[in-house]
């Protein structure tokens, strides 16, 4: 049974739609999506809508957290926030939902509220952003799941054992991830996010896949 690992979707609905036409995604396959389905892309409705069709369909979906999930809850109480959210992202994703005011409707918010900060399988740890190993309990931090960049270099290995950590939320280009992946001895970690949205930045502009058993990679160009 295949797993796969994607990130960072953000709004892409026709490139994650193509990059699961090639994996050739079934019932009999696992997906692990790791956060930031929403803001910067066209159709950040559509991706959310499409994951709970492949729920209802039968497929094994699983869903993370992302710092633009948690931007999008936080919103509605915080000014601050409100203003950021809409400046990188949010503004789009309301206009998916056609909200003239700028809203994400309540039973899109509770999906969101749903979802975990982490998932764990035997072998990996999920996350979106990152996770700080040297804290009494890692899997607390929340502000690290959603938001921490440049964490990787300083791993506990005892509190990781023999586990490798997978995770998005920084666009990094498609060769930067092959290395990883070819690393794992050194650094077990992979960072998945190959910047669908940063069509401009030189390596980035895709949706990457990550196969977990064989760390095959499979990277769909953005496609609209």
Not at 19 to 24: K, Q
Not at 28 to 44: K, N, Q, Y
Not at 188 to 206: H, L, S
Request: aromatic letters at 10%; glycine letters at 8%; hydrophobic letters at 40%.
């Amino acid at each position: 049974m295949p797993q796969y690992a994607i990130s960072d979707i953000h709004g892409h609905l026709a490139t994650f739609r193509e990059l699961l036409r090639r994996l050739a995604f079934s019932r009999a396959d696992e997906l692990f999506l790791l956060g930031d389905f929403i803001d910067r892309g066209p159709d950040s409705k559509g991706v959310i809508d499409y994951v709970e069709q492949l729920k209802s369909t039968g497929h094994q979906v699983h869903c993370l957290r992302g710092n633009h999930e948690q931007m999008a809850l936080d919103a509605p109480s915080d000014f601050r926030t409100r203003q950021s959210w809409l400046k990188y992202g949010g503004k789009e994703t309301c206009e998916s939902f056609g909200s003239p005011d700028y809203t994400v409707p309540p039973a899109y918010l509770d999906w969101m509220a749903a979802l975990p900060y982490y998932l764990e399988t035997p072998g990996y740890l999920f996350v979106h952003a990152g996770i700080d190993t040297n804290l009494e309990a890692p899997l607390l931090d929340r502000a690290s799941m959603l938001w921490a960049r440049n964490w990787a270099y300083n791993l506990n290995r005892d509190w990781l054992e023999n586990r490798i950590i997978v995770h998005g939320h920084t666009p990094t280009p498609e060769q930067d991830i092959q290395l990883s992946v070819r690393s794992l001895a050194q650094l077990p970690v992979i960072n998945v996010d190959a910047g669908c949205f940063a069509v401009t930045r030189e390596g980035c502009g895709q949706l990457c896949a990550l196969e977990l058993t064989t760390h095959r990679l499979v990277f769909q160009e953005n496609i609209g």
